[in-house]
């Protein structure tokens, strides 16, 4: 299982760390690279291409702003890319949400919430469990956790206010 994040700048790191960690926690192999797609083309040509050709099964790309990177990934690609609109100074995320959810038809990017890491990992471990079985089980066993979980928490707030 082998999973690549690409950050469209350094700053980017605190906010898909969370989403990092998830996929590592599962087992996931992670590629990580701070790849603008404006600053660093070539390289991240080159990056894409080894994704395509070392077992990589999706692509996570975080980007703010203009927030070209998923869509230029996903140009170059037939994986699946998520793109995680990220924060920036102004217009608090919406531009780079915006300019993620409006690619062209036949270049897909799967989307998540502004600075949504932990999502984009969950979906990315979704769709690694088509092709391995042994992960689809551990996220069964997780969604039974979180159902317990959340029901255990209901118990309590329905005995307190009895």
Not at 126 to 152: F, G, T
Request: net charge negative; with cysteine.
């Amino acid at each position: 299982m082998k999973a690549a994040v690409i950050m469209g700048s350094a700053s980017d790191e605190a906010k898909v760390e969370k989403g990092i960690a998830i996929l590592k926690e599962y087992g996931v192999d992670v590629e990580v690279r701070a790849l603008s797609a404006h600053r660093a083309h070539r390289a991240l040509s080159e990056f894409v291409e080894e994704c395509n050709n070392n077992g990589t099964d999706v692509i996570l790309t975080a980007a703010g702003m203009a927030a070209a990177l998923p869509g230029v990934v996903a140009s170059m690609t037939v994986l699946p890319v998520i793109g995680i609109p990220i924060k920036g100074a102004s217009l608090d995320g919406m531009d780079a949400l915006l300019s993620i959810v409006q690619m062209p038809s036949g270049i897909p990017v799967a989307t998540v919430a502004i600075d949504g890491a932990k999502n984009a990992a969950w979906l990315a471990l979704e769709i690694m469990a088509i092709k391995y079985p042994e992960l689809s089980e551990k996220l069964k066993n997780n969604r039974q956790a979180m159902e317990k979980a959340c029901l255990d928490t209901n118990n309590e707030i329905s005995e307190k206010y009895r």
